[in-house]
């Protein structure tokens, strides 16, 4: 039951949230601009839905290589802090032998 009342309130609070930004003269504009490219996209995604297809499937695949290079990057970062934290542990261990 609370699940149905969580989500309900985010759906509520979604369409008054987009109520009110429609104050806004250039939030209007905007879009009115972005519903205008979708139903005209829409219009050619019906009248040739291959090219929906191949659309779908390039943008998947482009998705595919930023998340795996964003990944590799991470990896990359993380093995390089990983390797500064291993420099200062054994900088902090040297010094800790010396006191001893």
Do not use: W
Not at 19 to 38: H, I, N, P, V
Not at 58 to 78: C, G, K, P, Y
Not at 86 to 94: F, I
């Amino acid at each position: 039951m609370r699940k149905n009342k969580l989500m309900a309130g985010i759906a509520i609070g979604a369409v008054v949230g987009a109520a009110l930004s429609m104050f806004d003269k250039e939030t209007r504009e905007q879009a009115t601009s972005c519903l205008k490219k979708a139903k005209t996209q829409t219009q050619v995604y019906v009248k040739h839905p291959s090219q929906a297809a191949r659309d779908a499937r390039t943008t998947f695949e482009n998705t595919v290589q930023t998340i795996d290079r964003t990944t590799t990057e991470a990896m990359s970062v993380l093995t390089k802090l990983e390797g500064y934290l291993g420099d200062t542990d054994s900088q902090q261990n040297g010094q800790a032998d010396e006191r001893l």
